[in-house]
């Protein structure tokens, strides 16, 4: 935020917390069936008939369940076809998941355009309607991919001029500080935008418990190894405001995976991903079951993982990539489809399973790079390094793609998996020090990134790699610290533990080996498979 909008953001906040009040000042949505989104009031200037079902649909947009709330503000239309900030909730909705990496296009960028530009011709909005109307126009401006990054920053500065100009509106509020956390780069460790965006919703969250955007975008916020601790609270509240929104479920297992809480993540996504399929909104369910398969297979509970596995065909079979549904856009569930097999063979060191996955092209480049990526590591790690050669050079295929789509973020990400496979196949060929060399440079490009929203982590931590490559080389001291430093990143996991612990026993730290050991054994309590590590700690 720019230096002379910070005391005008603190007299807002003020205001809104003098208003007080709670759920007295806002609307609780249940419909005939039961239905409950949480707290929302959103004043407008439209026919008083449409108060209850335009707040009902910014309580869906809030909880990112855009194809419902596209029909709700439709709804509203029908009844008011002259309320103009209608035609603004929908182009919202059209622009879909924020925190969704990738360009913005196709027929549903087409649609929202076309929703942006029916806001500003309807009707007779008031100043303050047509403020959020002119922010959401930025999105639009043009539909060109390398000037998307420009795009969401018009926008968060029409949301901070909204802000301004209206001191009493907290729903302004609560939209800057989403399009605020939208701009944070990868890149920045120090968090600013997202620290930002925190200390505008911390304090209206503490006032307004049951709103589903406070703790929404709390989580989002604090999706970050350093951060995911502050979001706790929101996490553990965000599935009791909106228990009918699919993805108000799952989003508090973003903090849970954060900080390795396997079980809530599992229960999380078991409840979401039932919500999601009954509703058919095949993306969210995906991305559900891939943070739900990744939990088990953390705490070895490979049955159930497998059981999990087993169900994505069929539901992948529904993807289509041009629709509008929940928080989960379509790439997210391509990404699911790629992600769980690989995951299922790479976290149980099953290499040949890895090599011999299937090629499963998909419209979404960075999905598809991750089955090139397991396919090649396993094939270095069970012993034919030369198999790998045609999966290394299509994930650097893919990476100029993605880099000439301007989709800069995966395609460093593809170029990590790039660099990891190759850093497996020149060891798998005896050339220990490239390999090391290799995974080393992969790690350090990993850790100056983040994780995407759309996944609960790397199919395979490359520092993590650089630990077993490590043990390998007999080099169990650098192991240790490789170790290490996954843990600060992904806590709990098991192959970081499992591996920490075999790298102690190399060293001659039994003591610490057995640390290890212990915390495996804790979070495998409910382990439906018997891993060899799991013989040797309790052995």
Known sequence: MRRENVTILSTVLVILLAAGGGRAQQHDHH????????????????????????????????????????????????????????????????????????????????????????????????????????????????????TQPERVLAYARGMERVVRDNPGDMEATIFYALAVT????????????????????DPLFAAHPDHPGLAHYIIHACDHPPLAGRALAAARQYARIAPSASHALHMPSHTFTRLGLWEETIDSNAASADV????????????????????????????????????MPAIALHLRPDVVGGAAPPAAGYYARAAMPARFALERGDWNAAAALPVSPSPTPYADAITHFARAVGAARSGSPAAA???????????????????????????IQRQAAEGWVAFASGRHDEGIDRLRAAAAAEEAS???????????????MLGEMLLEAG??????????????????RYKGLAGAARAGRAAGDEAAARGFEKRLLEICQRADTERPELRLARR
């Open 31 to 146: 419909g005939g069936s039961g239905e409950t989104l949480g707290s929302v009031t959103f004043e407008t200037s439209c026919r008083p008939e449409t108060r209850s079902g335009f707040n009902r649909a910014v309580a869906l947009l809030h909880s990112f369940e855009f194809r419902d709330a596209i029909a709700g503000f439709d709804q509203v239309l029908g009844t008011d076809p002259a309320c103009a900030i209608a035609h603004w909730g929908r182009a919202l909705a059209f622009w879909g998941n924020p925190f969704a990496p990738g360009v913005k296009g196709g027929s549903v960028a087409e649609s929202g355009r076309a929703a942006s530009g029916s806001a500003g011709t309807t009707g007779a909005p008031t100043p303050r309607e047509r403020g959020y109307i002119e922010a959401v126009t930025e999105l639009y401006r043009n539909l060109d991919p390398g």
């Open 182 to 201: 939208q701009t944070a780069l990868p890149t920045d460790k120090t968090y600013a935008r997202q620290l930002e965006a925190v200390s505008l919703l």
């Open 276 to 311: 999601a399929e009954k509703a058919g909104i095949h993306g969210e369910v995906l991305h559900a079951m891939d943070y739900e398969m990744y939990a088990f297979l953390q705490t070895a509970q490979d049955a159930a993982a497998r059981r999990v596995l087993e169900r």
């Open 389 to 415: 050669a045609p999966d290394v050079r299509r994930l650097a295929e893919l990476r100029n793609a993605l880099a000439r789509s301007d989709e800069p973020y995966w395609s460093a990400q593809v170029d």
């Open 450 to 464: 983040d994780k995407a929203a759309v996944t609960p982590g790397p199919v395979a931590p490359a520092r993590e």
């Open 475 to 492: 080099r169990p001291i650098d192991a240790l610290a490789a170790f290490a430093a996954t843990r600060e990143r992904e806590p709990n």
